[in-house]
């Protein structure tokens, strides 16, 4: 059974970091795009970055700030966010898609179950 979990959400006040992580398992880790998304109250989910094949992507709301990157022999995928902002504030998913990162985020196959970031203003 393919597992995305993720990890490393908390509280943290406007300006500090967290460290998101995604391990996953059963899965040819290095054939898939995986991508960070979240979902922030009463809005719809956002793609927020996504690396495939040493390319990453990021949406402008987070782009010089978030970090994505990959480590193939723990099979996890990180998220390194900085200077956060209550906005950020949203339940972060990681999500997988075999050969590409995909434009639209309802085309990724597997996803994880979450983890809540809360910035604190």
């Known amino acids: 059974e393919v597992q995305l979990v993720e990890s490393g959400g908390g509280l943290v006040q406007t300006g500090g970091s967290l460290r998101l992580s995604c391990k996953i398992s059963e899965l040819a880790f290095e054939d898939y795009g995986i991508g960070w998304l979240r979902q922030a109250p009463g809005k719809g989910r956002e793609g927020v970055s996504c690396?495939?094949?040493?390319?990453?992507y990021y949406s402008d709301s987070v782009q010089g700030r978030f970090t994505i990157a990959r480590d193939n022999t723990k099979k996890t995928v990180f998220l390194q966010m900085s200077n956060l902002k209550p906005d950020d504030t949203a339940v972060y998913y990681c999500a997988a898609l075999r050969f590409v990162c995909p434009d639209d985020l309802y085309d990724y196959d597997y996803w994880g179950q979450g983890t809540q970031v809360t910035v604190s203003s």
């Open positions: 690396n495939y094949e040493g390319t990453s």
